[in-house]
């Protein structure tokens, strides 16, 4: 069994939308691309309680997502310090 944390990128069973998990839940290993939670919780988009599903392909775009958004902030953050160093 797994825990996975809340935050992560759930899919719903009806909708097929993906939601962030609203707080740590069990579920199964990967067993190829998608992991079964084994607790219940509510879709936020379509209103569905049930046992949904955390795909690996959410995961990383996530991460991807996360990733680039970091890089930008750290890109932006070296230009202010060299504009700041310039206009020393």
């Not at 991807?64 to 206009?87: G, P, Y």
């Amino acid at each position: 069994m797994t825990t996975y944390p809340a935050g992560i990128p759930a899919r719903c069973n009806r909708c097929d939308k993906v939601f962030p998990l609203p707080k740590d839940r069990n579920g199964g290993g990967f067993n190829g691309n998608a992991a079964r939670l084994q607790q219940m919780c509510l879709c936020p988009r379509c209103g569905q309680t049930d046992t949904h599903w955390i795909y690996a392909s959410d995961l990383i775009a996530t991460i991807v997502s996360f990733r680039e958004s970091e890089m930008s902030r750290a890109l932006q953050c070296a230009s202010d310090e060299i504009a700041a160093k310039a206009a020393q």
